[in-house]
């Protein structure tokens, strides 16, 4: 059973910069990419970026291409999203999630396992 928790989440003003972070624990091996998903208020959740586990490769959705990066750290099982440039409209929960599979990962719908979600705010 994969497990993710999320940390970094907060408040801040445009144009400034978070860092999220993701713990990942339980069948690792088994994972073919980590994703990063996120849910406004009164909207569906979408996709914003996601790496391959064991290559590393990274996708990112058009509209945080240019702001956002995603990274991982595999001896710490651990995935960062640097978010820099942030816009009002970034404001969601951000979740971690894993994705067993390469169908539809860049999609919500791919993700196997989900955390709990961390909340960003960027204030105008």
């Known amino acids: 059973q994969v497990q993710l928790v999320e940390s970094g989440g907060g408040l801040v003003q445009a144009g400034g910069s978070l860092r999220l972070s993701c713990a990942v624990s339980?069948?690792?091996?088994?994972?073919?990419?980590i994703g990063w998903i996120r849910q406004a208020p009164g909207k569906e959740r979408q996709f914003v970026s996601a790496?391959?586990?064991?290559?590393?490769?990274?996708y990112y959705a058009d509209s945080v291409q240019g702001r956002f990066t995603i990274s991982r750290d595999n001896g710490r099982n651990t995935v960062y999203l640097q978010m820099n440039s942030l816009k009002p409209e970034d404001t969601a929960v951000y979740f971690c999630?894993?994705?067993?599979?390469?169908?539809?990962?860049?999609?919500?719908?791919?993700?196997?396992?989900w955390g709990q979600g961390t909340q960003v705010t960027v204030s105008s």
């Open positions: 999630a894993a994705a067993s599979t390469v169908r539809f990962f860049t999609a919500p719908k791919g993700y196997d396992y």
């Open positions: 339980g069948g690792t091996f088994s994972m073919y990419a």
């Open positions: 790496i391959t586990w064991s290559g590393g490769r990274t």
